[in-house]
């Protein structure tokens, strides 16, 4: 379990593709919680039926505009649900949802990809600035700060 996490509210941060399907299989950590999703595709609602789903728009370091509307639709959704944790595997809508978090007085969780072997991704890097708790799925990628529990794929 990452946090005690019985009876808090959580919200959970991640794009398309793999970022996604590694926080799905992140759920049974938060069994007992309210646990909203956030990510950057309206259908993937569907595969969180019975939690409260919400898309932001997508982003990367290459649009800014697109990064800084994704800042405010995430910072919207934290500062309305008063979430007592925001976790996220990536990418930049996670970096956004830890950033506007962080800024609220939430605490935070970066879970960084399996598919970075050799080192942190780069919002995995800026994550590890403010975080309060940044994994990583490697062991020999685990330092004092970035901490290694295992990991998420099977």
Do not use: C
């Not at 997508?58 to 800042?71: E, G, H, Q």
């Not at 996220?88 to 809508?93: D, Q, S, W």
């Amino acid at each position: 379990m990452i946090y005690n996490s019985i009876n808090m509210k959580v919200i959970a941060i991640a794009s398309v593709g793999g970022h996604w399907v590694q926080l799905l299989r992140l759920r049974p950590a938060f069994e007992g919680s309210e646990l909203i999703f956030v990510s950057t595709k309206p259908d993937f609602a569907k595969m969180v039926e019975g939690s409260k789903f919400y898309a932001v728009a997508d982003a990367s370091r290459w649009d800014k505009m697109k990064l800084i509307k994704s800042f405010f639709d995430v910072f919207g959704i934290i500062r309305r649900e008063k979430p007592d944790v925001v976790i996220t595997t990536g990418a930049a809508p996670g970096l956004m949802g830890l950033i506007s978090a962080k800024i609220l007085g939430k605490r935070t969780i970066w879970v960084d990809s399996i598919a970075n072997v050799e080192e942190l991704s780069m919002s995995g890097k800026i994550a590890s600035k403010f975080a309060s708790r940044v994994y990583t799925q490697w062991p020999q990628l685990a330092t004092d700060k970035i901490l290694f529990a295992g990991n998420i794929l099977s």
